[in-house]
């Protein structure tokens, strides 16, 4: 007796649901994707019960005629591709042929479609697979499919939907990132008879991101463009400030699909680079416009993940795009609001140019006539730098700005000004060591000790030189001579832990990792009071940083609150 059989076409299809329709929000995106392809440019959505009671998509594209109707029922039956080569060009987002039979199989469903310049449209109701009926009806062009019971022959599927509310969230989302990249397209969901979402056609993309980011976000959103030979990127992407814990603000769309992409998630955080804190995520829009042979979007049949054929290009022009967009000539102060004409409106002005304005004057108000001396602004060259107003809690520096006030956090300050003169003597071998006079002993593990003797190199181009004196005692003869005040005992024990984590010592992310650890102990540390002398030179050498906005492990060093933030505080203002 054989073992091995075919399963029924019935069972075969249920099976192949499940690949295509984890949930509501799955059908949606599909149905979507049908209209974007019929050239509708209004959609409405109707949901009822989460999706779980119903699921309506309406569209006035080209609809379907009597023939279609029943042909698009059918596994594998598409408009879209007639050959395997035409895979490769396809720029359609639907093309598999696939969810209209693995909705079918598993709801009760029915499709009402007139195509344009028909006189009567045609209807066709299925349940669980089987076809009930056909027939002729009055209907608006475009094409209406209705889903009902989602799951109902399927019980096991149905019990692990999530509460109504909760697969709501999931259609809101869905259709926010299906209507992203249509600014030209109407947009409307409803929940039973209650109005969620409307997204009128719009030429403006800043009020579909306000929808999709949030009001907020959206004002401080960056854009940023790179064209190259088939390969067009625009990018919008929120200053650091808005990262949050998870990448669910991250959207990245392949020739207007949108698709769920670790390669261009990790390409658009190496852009940001020491922006971001770790294990946080920016908000961000990528808009990957490519030819269509130079990617693979048949690899998943939700289609939501895609390969490149050249990878490695993709992810540097998305790195550099980012990085030049968040650069700190162009960015700093982000979204910060400035006093304005009519004192009821708040104006939302563009990022500052830089950190401090080179060549402007930062003088106190006029109401203040003379600074008192612990205030008077500290001259730099031919440059006038922030009136510096003195310390709070020795841990922040304060300073009076143009348009309101800075704090600066001294320790994040100094650990990216240790950082990079660290990292530009590494790079150019000539780093600059103090020798002890008294060599200062130290007592490693076993395990510390074997990775001390075998990179001891390593430690030496660091400006660490280490003497082993039998054991597990080690003698510290010299020292970077930028750093003071350190405790190389533990600065030491946690650079032995990054060197024991693998890899080449020459790895560029294990010798970075080393300099923050060595820029860390060696800032200065908050609770340590430092004069008006101190802090005006922090401040100065902070300006000639290369990224002065953000510590080493992407802590912000700086924020600005202006005279317009604090008065309406102070409800100066309304």
């Known amino acids: 007796m054989n073992t091995i059989r075919i399963l029924p076409e019935k069972v075969a299809s249920q099976i192949a649901a499940g690949e295509i329709i984890e949930r509501p929000a799955s059908i949606v995106r599909e149905l979507i994707d049908n209209s974007l392809d019929a050239k509708a440019d209004r959609i409405s959505v109707k949901i009822e019960r989460g999706g779980k009671g119903l699921i309506k998509v309406t569209d006035n594209g080209i609809g379907m005629g009597r023939d279609d109707l029943f042909l698009c029922f059918e596994r594998h039956a598409t408009s879209k591709i007639r050959t395997a080569s ?32 028909e006189l009567l449209g045609n209807r066709v109701r ?41 697969e709501m969230n999931h259609i809101v989302d869905t259709v926010l990132r299906a209507a992203m990249p249509f600014p030209d ?109 130079q990617i693979d979007v048949n690899v998943h049949p939700t289609k939501q993940e895609i390969k490149f054929q050249n990878g490695q290009q993709v992810f540097k022009a998305i790195a550099a795009v980012v990085h030049e967009t968040l650069a700190p000539t162009s960015q700093v102060f982000s979204g910060a609001s400035q006093p304005c004409k009519n004192q009821n409106v708040p104006n939302i002005t563009p990022p500052a140019p830089a950190i401090f304005e080179r060549a402007g004057t930062y003088a106190p108000p006029l109401t203040q006539k003379t600074p008192t001396p612990e205030a008077v602004p500290v001259q730099l060259t031919d440059t006038r730098m922030p009136q510096i107003i003195g310390q709070l809690g020795n841990m922040y520096i304060l300073c009076q700005m143009e348009d309101g006030l800075l704090i600066v956090d001294q320790h994040a300050a100094h650990e990216r000004i240790v950082y990079e003169t660290l990292k530009k003597s590494l790079l150019s071998a000539r780093i600059e060591i103090q020798n002890l006079l008294i060599p200062n002993e130290m007592e490693f593990s076993l ?111 700086f924020k600005n609150f202006t005279y317009f933030e604090m008065n309406k505080m102070f409800k100066r203002i309304v």
């Open 86 to 117: 035409d895979l490769v060009k396809v720029t359609s987002f639907g093309f598999r042929g696939e969810a209209i039979p693995s909705m079918a199989a598993v709801s009760r469903m029915q499709i009402t479609s007139l195509p344009k310049k």
């Open 126 to 166: 299925i349940s669980g697979g089987k076809l009930l009926a056909v027939e002729e009806v009055g209907a608006p062009p475009g094409t209406i499919v209705e889903i009902k019971d989602l799951f109902f022959n399927i019980p096991a599927r149905r019990k692990f939907l999530k509460t109504p509310r909760t």
């Open 185 to 293: 397209i109407s947009f409307r969901l409803e929940e039973g008879n209650k109005g969620i979402l409307h997204l009128p056609a719009s030429p403006n993309p800043r009020l579909r991101l306000s929808h999709l980011m949030g009001r907020t976000t959206g004002q401080s959103i960056l854009n940023g463009e790179s064209r190259q030979k088939d390969l067009h990127i625009a990018i919008h992407v929120a200053p650091a400030d808005f990262a949050r814990k998870r990448a669910d603000r991250l959207f990245v769309y392949v020739n207007g699909r949108n698709i769920r992409d670790r390669f261009v998630t990790k390409a658009v955080i190496e852009g940001y680079g020491q922006r971001l804190m770790k294990g946080c995520y920016p908000q961000a829009l990528v808009f990957i416009t490519i030819d269509p042979s």
């Open 447 to 557: 395990k510390e000790k074997g990775i001390l003797l075998e990179n001891g190199d390593v430690l030496a181009d660091f400006g660490i030189e280490l003497d082993h004196f039998g054991g597990n005692t080690f003698l510290l003869r010299a020292v970077p001579a930028l750093l003071k005040n350190v405790n190389w005992q533990t600065l030491i024990s946690e650079f032995i832990s990054k060197l024991e984590e693998g890899g080449s010592p020459d790895d560029a992310h294990i010798m970075d990792d080393a300099v923050k650890i060595m820029a860390c102990h060696g800032a200065i540390r908050a609770g340590q009071h430092l004069t008006l002398t101190e802090m005006s030179n922090l401040m100065r050498q902070l300006n000639d940083m290369d990224l002065p906005t953000n510590c080493p492990h992407g802590r912000p060093i």
